[in-house]
């Protein structure tokens, strides 16, 4: 009876973790679950304008100009 016991307890606390991080994390994971299905969809075309998100489809993925640096460099050591 005692493992009977100790196996509703474990799948019972599984369930409840798997739930909490649902809840938890929940604009994460349907961000990563929409990408996943965009990538899986064979109708899905990244560069038709009409799947662009505030992007025309000429405008380019990058840019030209590099990015500035965010911090100066470090000083030499002797």
């Not at 604009?27 to 064979?42: K, M, N, T, V, Y």
Request: net charge negative.
């Amino acid at each position: 009876m005692g493992a009977i016991t100790t196996a509703v307890v474990a799948i019972a606390a599984v369930i409840l973790g798997w739930a909490t991080i649902e809840i938890a994390c929940k604009p994460c994971l349907e961000q990563g679950r929409d990408a996943i299905d965009r990538a899986l969809d064979p109708n899905y075309d990244p560069d038709s304008p009409v799947n662009s998100e505030n992007r025309t489809a000429a405008e380019p993925l990058l840019r030209d100009e590099p990015a500035a640096p965010s911090a100066p460099p470090a000083a030499k050591i002797a």
